[in-house]
């Protein structure tokens, strides 16, 4: 079993950044592929991107490739998402997620977190 919990959400202007972070419970962190997702009022969750569990390697959305960084600290049970050049697009809320599958998709993402807003004015 393993808890989520987000952090870091909060206003920003179109252009500035935020850096969002999950804290994981539970001692297999590093077995996890973790991943970021988001939803927007009247849309579809979409994810942002993930990151494989030991190796490190990572995906990342069109929409958010060259902006977005994810990273992980193994030994904090820490993801981060660090979000650049914010987009007004980019207000949604932004979700954790743990699990075994790729994290391209939610399929195989066993674990959720609560989520935690991002606003972003133009």
């Known amino acids: 079993q393993v808890q989520l919990v987000e952090s870091g959400g909060g206003l920003a202007q179109a252009g500035g950044s935020l850096r969002l972070s999950c804290l994981a419970s539970?001692?297999?962190?590093?077995?996890?592929?973790m991943a970021w997702f988001r939803q927007a009022p009247g849309k579809e969750r979409e994810v942002v991107g993930s990151?494989?569990?030991?190796?490190?390697?990572?995906f990342y959305a069109d929409s958010v490739k060259g902006r977005f960084t994810i990273s992980r600290d193994n030994a904090k049970n820490t993801v981060y998402l660090q979000m650049n050049s914010l987009k007004p697009e980019d207000t949604a809320v932004y979700y954790c997620?743990?699990?075994w599958g790729p994290g391209t998709s939610s399929n195989g993402m066993n674990y959720w977190g609560k989520g935690t807003q991002v606003t972003v004015s133009s």
């Open positions: 990151i494989r569990n030991r190796g490190g390697s990572t």
């Open positions: 539970g001692r297999t962190f590093v077995d996890y592929n």
């Open positions: 997620a743990a699990g």
